[in-house]
């Protein structure tokens, strides 16, 4: 049997379609290949892998935005659009049967953003329906398989997305992370992902899950391309009340400069290295602190004594808030009604018994549970209070370090069904990424080698909109490590 | 028993802004095909977010300090959580715990009744809401529409004290919060067409009991005539209850109109839990005080100074002072009368005398929409000063500005009305009149002195209302002398 992944010297020895943006824009600006051939080849390689990996949810002939953006860095490169991600006359279903004929009346401002940078939107990705998931198995149309072995989950819930670059399909795709629904498919898919500073990144038209905890970021090749991408995304919304008008640099400029390893405080919090974590995951994470230590990185401890509630405090919050969010989809407006219904009542409850799975259910009753009278004290109030001490903690940790180091998950991407009749479990491996939504800073993942022939993810979580100096650390990183360079053998 | 009802008044009213409270569509519907006045937000079209009109939280605070209220250094909008096809996000951004405005009052009894002492009623909280669309039943009887124009309208809520006692006292303070909403010109505060809402809670106790009874809610009412029926209605049936000997149920009762009464629409075991929490995609808002103080020097003269001003400086009855202040647009025409012109008195008489007549007969309701302003009143005021016209003539030149809009001057000139004050003139009528009426001056020669009256008449009929009527009184009084003695 061959090796399932295939490692690269570098970006030259890679084929087209795994190669970096950056490297793809010098190649478009030098005229070595076309924007038309690159969009006709990424839709090719969409189409053609669906059938096994069910990434996209639809294809679209991408191109489509070519006029806008001429000069800027994305002009012409194939992305990719988590299917949450709303987008003016194409199908947009959040993974739900609930919404599976539903064609949005506008676009969300992300997609606005990289339309007027002139991308070439190829697709919908597939995801965890409303993004409630850690595997994409909670998808209305079927599972996501992992490119690196296809009997193993992507993660999720931005599954789609993170199989999307890691099966060179897209140079760049976006998905939404409310737990670590970016980072920990792009640790078990071998890819870069961030989630940016809640704030950095406009909302309007994310579907939303969790209000206060939803942020849109990039999956990508590499760090540079990251920062790449935030630069096209990020920046205060006027339709967006939570959107951030801190000012954004250009990050891949920042990134680009290259920055001085020595000295820089990387702290590892104590908490993140107990238990219950898979020894090729601890040891590909040690080898890397290793690595920063090697590039004059001053390791340090610092202390999240209140992670323990993270998990807790995130499923209160961040179903009492889906419980809300949800309610719109009742059948009267748009997207799926049930066929037969007696009165008004009924037809609310069988159209959303019947257009919501499982664990979407599962979740609105626990969020409607927190928010009741009589419950709202001990459930949301006090989880909000745990939230504010787990913020507080982030600070103690930055008064100490400048960026915090931990694995991105407890294990490498697990067998389909293996987790889903325990959703507790499924849970609990979202315990690194969870806390990152809940104190609002920015966090993001890039491979750092293989356990058991499945890729590991190295977290680098910064304090708020300190994204540059997180990035540029992951491309120090990535310019003298070369687990980017391996990808899946598809 | 005696017993006494203590009513709190619940009164929604939309805001004329002119976009929504959450995105920017237009909030003048009204007219419009439905669901043309809606964008993805206000039709809750999923990942919309919300973004606050800054003109609705301006309107709260200038509401909020016109009703005395202390007004909050921090608020912030909470959901409201429920099921309704009007409804479209299927919960309604509102306030719950930190509304904009608290504990305020107004006060009612000011004079209008005289005799009866001012009385402040309580104002819990304001808060700000977005409204939400309408459904529309199909005349078949099974199909149901929703028309969202509404969807998204602000409304301010406006909780009262348990403060009221009677239901006269419940409408008057309702006309006393609509003169003043309309007097800082928030809202039209029209209850026909829905711009503003009343709900009461109406409980009765026997009369000194300080503990509030089971209280009832009463919806549906749509008219101030109807809060007034509709709460008497419910004052009598709970008596009735408590007397029987059986307990109040605590409840929401629809008012009926057609048939006057109220009618149980659901008990407290099915109210709703609305599971409030804090709107996520809105952060807190921070007022600063220089913010209010801003909106504070904004406030024009409200109807509680008016009056005082009117009965006190100018010297008005306490009547036509709480007519004059009770409606900001006859207060406004009167200010800027009174501002040219220091006979208060007969600009208050023309203004509630024919004036407010003749709107009535057209059905205007308010003075700015007919074609008289306050120049017209001030140069025919004039006019009756000098002796041009007399007041009875003045009433015609009345009638014809509101028909024509045209000047007193200019009337008066093409209708021939000059008041005619030439002795000879009239002395020559006078002999006309008192040679065709030998049995009224016989009868006047004899000692009956209402003749005169009778002559007068004569005269003027003759002169088509033209001549002075001073100096025809006084000259004929002299010819009839001369008669007698003859």
Known sequence: MSENYIKYANYKEMPVHFKPAHEIRRMIDAKEISEAELTKMAVERASSSNGVLNAFLSI?????????????????????LKDNIVTKGIKTTAGSKILENYTPIYDATVVQKLKNAGASIIGKTNMDEFAMGSSTENSAFGVTKNPWDITRVPGGSSGGSAVAVASGSAYMALGSDTGGSIRQPAALCGVCGMKPTYGRVSRYGLIAFASSLDQIGPFTRDALDMAHALDAICGHDPKDSTSSAAPAESFSDFVKKGMDMNGVKIGIPDEYFGEGIEQGVSDRVKEAIGQFEKMGAK??????????????????IATAEASSNLSRFDGVKYGFRAAEFKNLKDMYMKTRDEGFGAEVKRRIILGTYALSSGYYDAYYKTAQKARTKIKEDFQDAFSRADLILSPVTPAAAFKIGEKTADPLTMYMSDIFTISANLASIPALSIPCGLSGGMPVGLQLSGNYFQEGKMLAAAYEFQKRTDHHLCVAAV | MKYEAVIGLEVHVQLSTNTKIFCPCSTRYSGNEPNTSVCEVCSGQPGVLPVLNAEVLKRAVKTGLALNCSIAKRTKFDRKNYFY?????GYQVSQFDMPICEKGYIVVNDGLAEGKKDKKIGITRIHMEEDAGKNVHGADGKSSFVDYNRAGVPLLEIVSEPDIRTSSEAKEYLEKLKTILKYIDVSDCNMEDGSLRCDANVSVRPAGETKLGTKVEIKNMNSFRGVQKAIDYEIERQIKVCESGSKITQE?????????????????????????????????????????????????ELPDAKFSRYLDEMQLSAYDASLLAGNPSLAAFFDRCAAGYKNYKAITNWLLGDIS???????IDDIFDARIRPEHLLEMLALIDNGTISGKIAKTVIDEIFASGEKPAKIIEKLGLVQISDDSFILNIINEVVAENPKSISDYISGKEAAVGFLVGQIMKKTRGKANPRIVNEMLITELAKLKNA
């Open chain 1, 60 to 80: 679209s002939g991408g191109g489509a935005e070519l006029a806008g953006g001429k000069n800027s860095f994305w002009a012409g490169i194939p992305v990719a």
């Open chain 1, 299 to 316: 390791i340090v401890s610092v202390k999240l004594p209140h992670t323990k509630y993270a998990i807790p405090v995130y499923y209160l």
């Open chain 2, 85 to 89: 096809p009007d409804l479209p996000k």
């Open chain 2, 252 to 300: 929401t009762r629809l008012y009926d109109e057609a048939k006057a009464v109220t009618l149980t629409m659901r008990k407290k075991e099915e109210a709703f839990d609305y599971r409030y929490f804090p709107e996520p995609d809105l952060p807190p808002y921070d007022i600063a005080q220089k913010d209010i103080d801003a909106i504070r020097s904004t406030l024009p």
């Open chain 2, 357 to 363: 007549k003749k709107m009535n007969e057209l059905g």
